[in-house]
């Protein structure tokens, strides 16, 4: 690469796929995106699962925590949903400690775990949106189906579900070892170049 991150790599031996291109283009195409200009300016997240076989020890679903501008990216495993601020108040200190900074805006989609439950006198903000509140960081929301709004999350739970799909493929592990692919999926993604970012992550 121009960067010097990596040498150079031959390409000349591998033809083009058009299924594979096909298969990977979506409907929705995202102009004019704007980049946060530091770190933990602005943090996707998204939760992914049930899983139908449970990992080694139990768990059934992930959470990401993503920064926009680095794009390096957290993943805990949890057991339901409705750990999901558990997981952002382990979450929140570390990369305060770790970047001298404070998360400024988080944004997800309007999952119960994240949003609240609608009554009949309208939104009552569940225990993750009262504590985003607390600590003075802005919430936002996704619109109704429009998952490409938090487009950074959701398509990199895609990636890291397609990494661990191949992985396990490849060998003869059982299928609940997913969770240990899915660290090294993410140790991985963290450390390799991208498009996006001037630096790995």
């Known amino acids: 690469m121009s960067n010097g991150a990596i040498g150079p790599l031959d390409y000349s031996d591998l033809g083009v796929c058009t299924d594979c291109i096909k298969g990977k283009q979506t409907n929705i195409r995202k102009v004019g995106a704007r980049r946060s200009s530091g770190v933990l300016d602005l943090v996707y997240t998204d939760i992914c699962g049930p899983f139908l076989k449970a990992s080694w020890n139990d768990h059934k679903y992930f959470i990401t925590f993503t920064d926009d501008y680095s794009r390096y990216e957290y993943l805990y ?30 944004r997800f989609d309007r999952g119960g775990e994240y949003y609240g439950r609608c009554d009949g006198s309208g939104r009552c903000p569940g225990p993750f949106a009262n ?17 490409h709004q938090n487009g950074v999350a959701e398509r990199r739970n895609r990636t890291l579900k397609d990494m661990v799909r191949s992985m396990i493929a490849h060998t003869t ?22 498009k996006t970012v001037i630096k790995i992550p």
């Open 173 to 194: 592990l059982s299928e609940s070892l997913w969770s240990e692919t899915l660290k090294t999926a993410v140790y991985l993604l963290n450390r390799v170049p991208s």
């Open 131 to 147: 504590f985003l509140e607390e600590c003075g960081i802005v919430a936002q929301y996704t619109m109704s189906r429009t998952p």
């Open 77 to 106: 495993l949890i057991y339901e949903k409705s750990q999901s601020l558990d997981m952002f108040k382990i979450y929140k200190p570390e990369v305060k400690n770790q970047q001298n900074r404070k998360i400024k805006a988080v």
